[in-house]
Structures are given as structure tokens and as C-alpha cells.
């Protein structure tokens, strides 16, 4: 099975850009990458995800390397809602669509 | 919409005791998964159905079974409870595959067994 790998946290600036990595080297042609977070007590939400070209909406940017064997979530202005684990999925669609969630980033904005 | 939603919230159950955890979403969706996250850690797939009638086991099928007799409800039994088994339970649904694929998850329930 395809994994991903992340940094166990990191730390940003109130309304400064944040860069959340992704390292998923053993991606296969057909992975989607997507990206979730989790806000405490609740249940993981959608943030972005894309297939080999960079990504962009309302919430995020994503950038996928050419290799596609990393990827950066980009969050443009982080805010203290943004306070979450973030986790980085890699999607195969051939084996019945299923998720497989790492241990994720757990991002803290600083006021 | 009330999109997923998870009963019951919490639960306490004894060693051996058995119970069921139901998940119910109004989305239409096809696809339906349970997932249990241990403390500290992420979201691990314990089974899953593509569609009314079917099942399939994810990562940690063990210890667990599911049934999917209605297309809006999935539910998640344990037969004889384990401490092992002490965890926040998720639920998600998602359309079918394709390119606009997001799961929507649950609030979650936290099961203790002692």
C-alpha cells in the first residue's frame, strides 16, 4: 500500500503563509493525492486534492513536485481556525477507493 | 442536510459485552466506510461497502463485522468486546470514485471497554 509521510508537527504565525509537506514516494501512476484535516473532536473534513497538476480553492493551494513523489498543502493566510492535524492521503482508485490516513501534521498557529 | 450522522455518541461496555454502532447519512451516497482512530494516531479502515447489500474488510476487519441492508445506513457491530477495542469510531460516505471524490465524515463515537 502506498504511504505518506509528514511532519509530527509544525508551528505558524498568525496570518503568515503556512507549507505543509508531503512525501509519498512509492505513488503509482493512478494515486490521487488528497489532503483532510482534523479539527479537534471532530471528524476529519475535505481540503483539497488533485492528480499531477497544482490545485487551487477557496481553502488551499495544493503544489505536486513533476515527480509526483512529494506535495505541499499551502494554506495562504493561516488563522487560529486553522488549528488542526492535517493529514496527506494517497488515493487508489483500482482498490475500491479506500483512504489510507498517516499519523498527520499537527499544525499550531500562533497568535 | 443532516449529512453523516453517528449513534450512539459514547458508549462504555465490559469485556465480552457486544453492542452496535450505527451510521446514517442522507447524501445518497454509494460508498460507506468505518474507521477507528487510536489516540495520537490516524484513521485506520476496518470495513467498507460499495453499495446496498455488499461489504468489504479494510486494514483491521478484525473483531468487528458490518451489514449494509439499506443504502443510507451502515452498521458496525461489535460481538464480544476487547479493551483493545477502546477507541473514536468514524463513519464517511462518498459518491462513486471518479475525480470529484470527497468522504464525508461523522462526528464520531467513543467507545471505552473496560
Known amino acids: 500500500d502506498a504511504k505518506t509521510t509528514q511532519p509530527n508537527s509544525m508551528e505558524s504565525n498568525e496570518e503568515e503563509p503556512v507549507h505543509l509537506p508531503c512525501n509519498h514516494s512509492?505513488?503509482?501512476?493512478?494515486?490521487?493525492i488528497h489532503w483532510y484535516r482534523q479539527l479537534p473532536s471532530q471528524g476529519p473534513e475535505y481540503v483539497i486534492h488533485g492528480l499531477t497538476s497544482n490545485v487551487n480553492n477557496r481553502m488551499a493551494s495544493l503544489a505536486i513536485a513533476e515527480d509526483r513523489k512529494s506535495s505541499t498543502l499551502i494554506l495562504h493566510r493561516a488563522t487560529l481556525r486553522d488549528a488542526a492535524v492535517y493529514y496527506c492521503?494517497?488515493?487508489?482508485?483500482?482498490?475500491?477507493?479506500?483512504?489510507?490516513f498517516g499519523t498527520g501534521t499537527s499544525l499550531t498557529v500562533i497568535p | 442536510n443532516a449529512g453523516v450522522t453517528q449513534t450512539p455518541k459514547f458508549r462504555v461496555l465490559k469485556t465480552g459485552q457486544s453492542m452496535t454502532l450505527l451510521c446514517a447519512q442522507d447524501m445518497n451516497h454509494e460508498y460507506m466506510y468505518w474507521y477507528r482512530q487510536d489516540p495520537g494516531m490516524g484513521l485506520r479502515l476496518i470495513h467498507y461497502?460499495?453499495?446496498?447489500?455488499?461489504?468489504a474488510k479494510g486494514e483491521v476487519p478484525d473483531g468487528y463485522n458490518v451489514s449494509r441492508l439499506k443504502k443510507q445506513n451502515f452498521l458496525l457491530g461489535l460481538e464480544s468486546a476487547a479493551p483493545s477495542q477502546t477507541s473514536v469510531y468514524f463513519c464517511?460516505?462518498?459518491?462513486?470514485?471518479?475525480?470529484?471524490?470527497?468522504?464525508?465524515f461523522g462526528p464520531g463515537t467513543r467507545l471505552t471497554v473496560t
Open positions: 492521503i494517497l488515493r487508489a482508485i483500482y482498490t475500491g477507493n479506500q483512504f489510507y
Open positions: 512509492t505513488i503509482s501512476g493512478t494515486d490521487y
Open positions: 464517511a460516505s462518498s459518491y462513486i470514485g471518479g475525480e470529484d471524490y470527497e468522504q464525508y
Open positions: 461497502s460499495v453499495g446496498e447489500g455488499t461489504t
